[in-house]
């Protein structure tokens, strides 16, 4: 069972839904700046091209580290994924702990990424994975801070279970003041996570080329491609179920459950679109700032029941 | 036609390479992303890095001091990889033919696929030069097969 649920609806589904989400991400990117935008299969399209391409090594790269990276970010999201649909299916049947898993797995696509970038020995890689490091170290107090609102709101439990069975008892978590300050932190969290615009610092297309991907080419690039398409969905998924998930137990739950998701996704895409990149010292004093500010409130703010 | 090629075809990354060119190509080869010609509609995108890349797309009269580079950037390519030369300087070293630093024209270097003339080529000559470039593929698959037969 746990298989199945593994490879159907913690890789298959997910990477379906995300690849449309990544569709959703260039046609609205294309409509905002007047254009057309690709064909509805477009991504599906590039991952095939890509497992068709040859895929080179660098000379002089580590081997094993660059092959074996990507693969490592692949399973880790495909965990998560499934860690949190067995949470949607069945709220009794999760484990203690899962929440601490979850967090921990949600960063190992990033390490991937700094991994390969160093494994493969290119300057402009090393630049963006160093970055990439920077990046995650400053996103990850703020994110982790936000998400103990929901914990703290469900009497302290660490199970994702608990955590929307509180939510169907009492109303979503983002009905709450601290729920709302948490939510405005993790959706730029997400961002940053995503690597989307106004913290793409780790693969500036402009200045480094890519960053970190630049020397990954066929399958190794079509995994580090499908990862990211994954996040689109698994985070915004995440937030769903920390802050809304009182919302996708009613009837029409399911469509309830759409809207939140597209409209968290058309948020994620318009604010990518109309910012300029942030330096990565902007970037860590944007977190380490006003971010773990607003998170620390949020969390006295949920200890004191708001 | 199998379905990697085909998937090759819906989604050509281009890595835009300049040889010495005077920058007009360039921009007009930019031009053709902008919303009035808007090539993402055919899955083309600019790939930052030439392992990403499908397409190589040259400007430029190509001169001494790029040549090796041409070289090493063709060979750090993967294959299949298409090689298109855009402007009259890459094609036959147009203003530059009696330069000392222009040797020879780009198809002497590297073998080159589609050739797009003008000074520079309009954004339309890109497009459908790129639209030549996938029929000739389209046509020699077909070839193959009938003398295969």
Redesign the interface.
């Known amino acids: 069972m746990i298989l199945i649920n593994f490879i159907f609806l913690g890789f298959l589904l997910t990477a379906v839904i995300g690849l449309i989400a990544t569709w959703f991400d260039?046609k609205i990117t294309?409509r905002i700046?007047?254009?057309?935008?690709?064909?509805l299969l477009?991504p599906f399209?590039?991952i095939?091209?890509l497992?068709?391409?040859?895929?080179?090594m660098p000379e002089g790269a580590s081997k094993i580290v660059f092959f074996v990276s990507p693969v490592l970010g692949l399973i880790s999201i495909i965990i998560v994924s499934t860690i949190l649909w067995n949470a949607i299916i069945n709220t009794n049947k999760t484990f203690l702990g899962d929440l601490i898993v979850v967090l921990y797995f949600l960063t190992i696509p990033s390490l991937s990424i700094i991994l390969g970038g160093f494994a493969s020995k290119n300057p402009l890689a090393s630049i963006g994975a160093s970055r990439e490091m920077k990046l995650v170290i400053a996103y990850e107090l703020p994110f982790i801070l936000s998400v103990l609102v929901s914990v703290i709101k469900s009497n302290l439990s660490i199970r994702i279970g608990d955590i929307i069975k509180y939510q169907i008892a009492h109303g979503s978590i983002i009905g709450s003041w601290s729920g709302i300050l948490s939510f405005f932190v993790v959706f730029f969290c997400v961002q940053a996570k995503l690597g989307l615009v106004p913290f793409d610092v780790a693969e500036a297309?402009t200045e480094?080329?890519?960053g970190a991907?630049?020397?990954?080419?066929?399958v190794s690039?079509a995994i580090y491609r499908l990862t990211k398409a994954m996040m689109f969905f698994v985070l915004p998924f995440f937030m769903i179920i920390l802050f809304c998930s009182g919302q996708i137990f009613v009837s029409l739950g399911i469509l309830k459950f759409i809207l939140i998701y597209i409209a968290i996704v058309t948020l994620i895409v318009i604010i990518r679109n109309v910012n300029p990149r942030l330096r990565i010292d902007q970037a860590l004093r944007f977190f380490w700032g006003p971010m773990t500010f607003l998170s620390i409130v949020a969390t006295i703010l949920a200890m004191r029941g708001l | 036609m199998s379905?990697?090629?085909k998937?090759?075809l819906?989604?050509p990354w281009v890595f835009h390479l300049s040889t010495g060119s005077c920058n007009n190509c360039d921009i007009e080869i930019l031009d053709c992303l902008t919303?009035r010609f808007?090539v993402?509609?055919f899955?083309m995108v600019l790939?930052?890095?030439i392992?990403?890349a499908?397409v190589l797309l040259c400007t430029g009269s190509v001169n001494r001091k790029c040549i090796p580079r041409i070289k090493k950037i063709y060979e750090?390519a993967?294959?299949?990889i298409l090689v298109v030369a855009v402007g009259e300087c890459s094609l036959s070293r147009g203003l530059f033919i009696h330069s000392y630093n222009c040797p020879v024209p780009l198809d002497k270097i590297i073998p080159v696929d589609v050739y797009i003339p003008g000074c520079p080529p309009k954004p339309e000559a890109i497009i459908a030069g790129v639209v030549k470039a996938i029929e000739k593929i389209k046509a020699n698959i077909k070839n193959n097969k009938q003398m295969k037969k």
């Open positions: 260039r294309a700046q007047y254009r057309v935008g690709p064909p477009q399209i590039d095939v091209k497992f068709g391409k040859e895929t080179l297309e480094l080329a890519s991907l630049i020397e990954y080419s066929g690039l | 379905i990697k090629l998937a090759l819906k989604s919303p808007d993402e509609r899955g790939a930052g890095s392992r990403h499908d750090d993967p294959k299949p």
